[in-house]
């Protein structure tokens, strides 16, 4: 039996606040490497317990910290159980944790396919039930459309695509927008599918490679294994450090899902990427003097110069988080969610200018209140996609929680050259 945590600290994990009919609120720990797949409901009177596992105090300074906060006695028994119940459920740092990463790790590096891991619920696991409601709910929402029974004008075909990573149920209309622009626009001889998304976990290096096909309900879409070879052997680290990050990331399965839709039998293959570009996210530095971060853009860079217009480059990427579920005191109004629009609207603007550099900067100054999460893909996908790539913005729009009026706001950007 692994020893008890006694200075405990929770391991790096998704949190959001979520109301609750009996606790008021509670905090809820998702972990989003794929260790475990269930939840850590932390009720409200827990949390300034929870607070400080951190590793710096023991249970008994916690519960004498706690009890100085609360004004009334919190026992070390009570912080000792509840950190022996976050250790069993793999949330804190320490031998249980790693002695499930490294089984979880060996498992997800023999498996022959990344698993569809969020069929059965952010999407149908049904074949003919998933293909009818992306046709019907996402696609025939989207743009073009032909007007008066007229063909859409003839354009040069889309480089890229900015597509949400919201789940598909609540983000309908945005994926068929993006989708249906990339439908419209696809060259000919395009094969390739160049897949950025935003890395949710914590990542030790800039990117993660992926070699592994993506199965999805519709049939696995295989990955370009020669391609990702060339692009890791250009990169001053090991880009599959991080590669656990790929086994619950939705941020590529769901464009992978749309892709093979779309696709069907076509030959075609993903490269699939994860973004993290952390430390310049907390630090607010410019990842283009990263020469780790560069010299894999550089590689995919190549790639898509090399191959023309069998390529298309595609960033899974989300915009604001705002609200009461990621740490808002109060859902947004009217003349907030306006100048959240306005401000967004300036950072799309950036990106169909193809303007990395600002694109990065202006969204950078303020990930702390906007919780922009898909700033690292859009600038990779800014910094490889064709030169000469003129953006377009189909859709935007910001997905209200019915609950708590939390808002995430997404948009479908189509590059077309």
Known sequence: MAPRPNRPAIRPVESIVL???THGRVVV???????????????????????RFTGELTCAEIAEAVSLELGEPVTRELVTTLADALDRALYLEGPTYQEALARVKQDFHDAAARPASHAGGAYSSDPAELAL???????????????????????????????????????????????????????????????????????????????????TPLGPLPADVDALDRIAARCPYDPYTDELNHKREHSIEFQAVFLKHLLGDRPAQIVPILAGLGRHQARGTDPSRDRKAMALLDAVRELVAERGRRVVVIAGADLAHVGPRFGDRRPFDAGQRAELAATDGASLALATAADAAGFWRQVASDLETRRVCGLSPIFALLSTMPQGSVGEVGHYEQTVDAEDGSIVSHAAVAFFG
């Open 29 to 51: 720990l998702r972990d989003t490497q794929g260790v475990t797949s269930v939840p850590a409901c932390i009720p409200q009177d827990l949390i300034p317990i929870v607070a």
């Open 19 to 21: 109301p609750d009919p």
């Open 133 to 215: 409601y992306l046709d019907d709910r996402c696609l025939a929402r989207g743009r073009p459309h032909p007007a008066e029974g007229k063909a859409p004008p003839a354009r040069a075909p889309l480089t890229a695509l900015i597509a949400p990573h919201i789940d598909p149920w609540r983000g309908a209309v945005g994926y068929g927008h993006a989708y249906a622009a990339l439908r419209a626009g696809l060259a000919a001889e395009a094969d390739t599918f160049i897949v950025f998304g935003t890395s949710h976990a914590p990542m030790a290096e800039p990117f993660a490679l992926c070699r592994k096909a993506f199965d």
